[in-house]
């Protein structure tokens, strides 16, 4: 059944959002940096938000706001993946939830693996819990990218004791397969580390991808991991601030009951009821809409950086609305999202900034219109000599 694509709302509205992504820069610049989107938000959440200011429904988050049931029946309509609601805890964003579960599976000084190149704040996280990060960068097939299970069974050996998975992974869009998951819950178990999934963009696999959430890939990945989730990427409420922090299996869930009550409290209430508005049924067919568009999108990419900008290389991902794509044939230099900034009026996340492979990559957000996309695309190919 074709689903119709979503429309982004009209840019000179999206000028008037007071959001990071809009106000950065000014306005001759075309954003395409930080991972916010440029749809409208799905009717349920708009509804379940306008009713909250009507009643001024604006106090402390309740013990239970409905998010972990929510999401219970998220993941087994949309992964095929059963999980237990007491095992879920919420908290205010992903990258708190990852830096409260580090905390307790490291003790300060100890190694965690990243697989660059990476969103940027997962050196950052890996520090702010006292740890110290150790860089397995992600393998490049040729066709795609894998991780490097022998580099990090390296790792372990050496002593590190846990892993930071970005599943599906930010930049490259990479959804990791049962199989490697299994492993690498073999190989954690084996050295009695701790796997910690970051899955906020799992909502976004495109069709035909099976996005495999850690905990459901093997029996012994329930027992070491912890996965961390959100409505935040999908649905645009990055600003509202609510994640889950889910386990399967009762040791892991007591390490997670046992954090304290803050943890919990950080958690929005406007995030939570968005949350629950997000992962509700009512909201599946704007996600599928959504989806439609950022199949589109991530095509047309494709096929608009063949025409404007030859020598960019470019995989299509398998999730979400991030580009990672190497520039360095251009010439722009290491760092090429400043020249196309300066000289495109384009904002492009840095490559750098997600590891030492980033050097010549930019990050393109194609969470936006076709149009936008195209404007884009073509003002950077304008600056490629002839
Ligand atoms: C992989 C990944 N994790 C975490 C985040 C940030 O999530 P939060 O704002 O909930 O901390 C992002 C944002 O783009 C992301 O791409």
Redo the contacts with the bound molecule.
């Keep these: 059944m074709s689903v119709t694509p979503l429309e982004a709302i009209p840019l000179d509205q999206l000028r008037l959002r007071s959001s990071t992504k809009w106000r950065k820069y000014p306005a001759d610049v075309i954003p395409m940096f930080v ?1 916010e989107t440029d749809f409208p938000l799905a009717p349920a959440i708009s509804r379940a938000l306008t009713r909250a200011v009507e009643l001024g429904d604006t106090g402390y988050t309740p013990p239970d706001p409905g998010v972990a049931h929510a999401y219970v029946d998220f993941a087994q309509r949309r992964f095929g993946w059963t999980v237990d609601p007491a095992r879920i805890r919420t908290t205010c ?4 939830g990852v830096v409260e579960v580090l905390r307790y599976v490291t003790k300060p000084g100890d190694r965690v693996v990243i697989t660059t190149p990476v ?1 940027p ?1 997962f050196f950052t996280c890996v520090e702010e819990a006292g740890a110290v990060v150790e860089d397995v960068p992600l393998v490049d097939t040729g066709a795609g990218w894998e991780l490097d299970l022998l580099g990090i069974e390296a790792a372990l050996a050496g002593g590190a004791r846990a892993v930071l998975l ?1 599943n599906p992974h ?1 930049p490259t869009g990479t959804v990791h397969s049962r199989e490697t998951l299994a492993a690498l819950a073999d190989l954690a178990a084996g050295f009695g580390a701790a796997v910690i999934s ?1 899955e ?2 799992a909502p976004l696999a495109h069709s035909g991808v099976a996005f495999t959430p850690f905990l459901d890939a093997s029996p012994v990945a329930a027992q070491v991991g912890y996965a961390i989730a ?1 409505a ?2 999908a649905f645009n409420l ?1 600003g509202l601030k609510c ?1 889950l922090i889910i386990t399967a299996a009762e040791s892991t869930a007591q390490i997670v009951r046992s954090m304290p009550d803050e943890v919990e409290w950080r958690t929005s209430l406007f995030g939570a009821m968005a949350a629950v508005a997000a992962f509700s049924p009512e909201s599946d067919a704007w996600l599928d809409s959504l989806l439609a568009t950022l199949d589109g999108n991530r095509r047309l990419l494709a096929e608009l950086l063949a025409e404007h900008v030859p020598g960019a290389e470019y995989r299509i991902p398998d999730a979400g609305f991030l580009a990672w794509v190497d520039l360095t044939a251009l010439g722009w230099g290491q760092n090429p999202a400043l020249k196309v900034l300066r000289d495109a009026r384009v904002a492009l996340h840095l490559g750098p900034l997600f590891g030492p492979q980033g050097k010549g990559h930019v990050r393109i957000n194609f969470g936006c219109s076709p149009e936008l996309l195209r404007e884009a695309v073509e003002r950077i190919g304008a600056l490629v000599a002839p």
Aim: charged share 20%; glycine share 0%; net charge negative.
């Design positions: 991972a964003d992903v990258m708190m969103y704040p970005c930010n970051d906020i963009h959100s935040s990427k990055a994640a």
